[in-house]
């Protein structure tokens, strides 16, 4: 069964210091989800592409957050400098289209822990 | 802005125990409630879909039901065992009146633990 990726599962970094996230979706999926998940909290979106194009970046802190799925397939995210608040679960889901009937599947996550 | 609540943040049951977990949400104006399961330290894992012009949704042994006028939806699992032990979420795919896209918006999640 076809599952959603992501590296690294788990990752420790000092504050100011660079991390980076990288989700592999299912293949032939159009629409990458990635969300943020705080311990004890739902996930909140953070940003959506479709294919290649930004859809909605509108809960992302642009000043250290940064997204990018240059060929529409895997999406790296990026924060550069990490804070304490951004320990947290890091989510990619995909699903085939962006229409209301179609299911998001989750990938595994990546924890993060900011010292 | 739309809201999502779940009661009780934890529950925990005897095994064989039939059980129901509350969601609701603020704004009417969705297009379908979703409810996720996921295990410690994991992602999420999609259980049931209900678009908004349905009432409910079945599979296996959990149900699912969606009152859009009171705003709420509850999952049902009947005969509930140990392997059921996880963090259950529900999640509504809402119009986002000051964004970009419509999104789903979650719940914190009912911790539920099955003793043997």
């Known amino acids: 069964e076809a599952e959603v990726a992501q590296s690294p599962r788990y990752k420790i970094t000092e504050k100011s210091q660079a991390v980076a996230f990288w989700c592999d979706p299912i293949?032939?999926?159009?629409?990458l989800y990635w969300y943020r998940q705080i311990l004890g909290q739902g996930p909140e979106l953070l940003v959506q592409?479709?294919?290649?194009?930004?859809?909605?970046d509108s809960q992302l802190p642009k000043d250290r957050f940064s997204a990018e799925r240059l060929k529409g397939v895997d999406s790296t995210l990026k924060i550069q400098p990490a804070e304490l608040g951004d320990s947290a679960m890091y989510l990619c889901?995909?699903?085939?289209?962006?229409?209301?009937?179609?299911?998001?599947?989750f990938g595994p996550g990546t924890r993060l822990t900011v010292l | 802005k739309q809201e999502v609540t779940q009661i009780p943040a934890a529950l925990s049951v005897p095994e064989g125990e039939n059980l129901v977990l509350n969601c609701s949400f603020t704004?009417?104006?969705?297009?379908?409630l979703q409810w996720f399961r996921q295990d410690p330290g994991k992602g999420l894992t999609s259980l049931l879909l209900?678009?908004?012009?349905?009432r409910e949704q079945t599979s296996g042994r959990l149900n699912a039901s969606l009152d859009k006028s009171s705003g709420r939806s509850t999952l049902y699992i009947a005969a509930s065992q140990p392997g059921d032990s996880a963090t259950y979420l529900c999640a509504a795919f809402s119009v986002d009146y000051g964004g970009a896209t419509n999104k789903l918006i979650f719940g914190t999640g009912t911790l539920l633990a099955v003793q043997p």
């Open positions: 704004d009417s104006a969705i297009y379908n």
């Open positions: 592409f479709q294919d290649e194009s930004v859809v909605d």
């Open positions: 889901a995909s699903s085939l289209e962006a229409g209301v009937r179609n299911t998001q599947y």
């Open positions: 209900i678009q908004s012009s349905q």
């Open positions: 293949s032939g999926h159009a629409t």
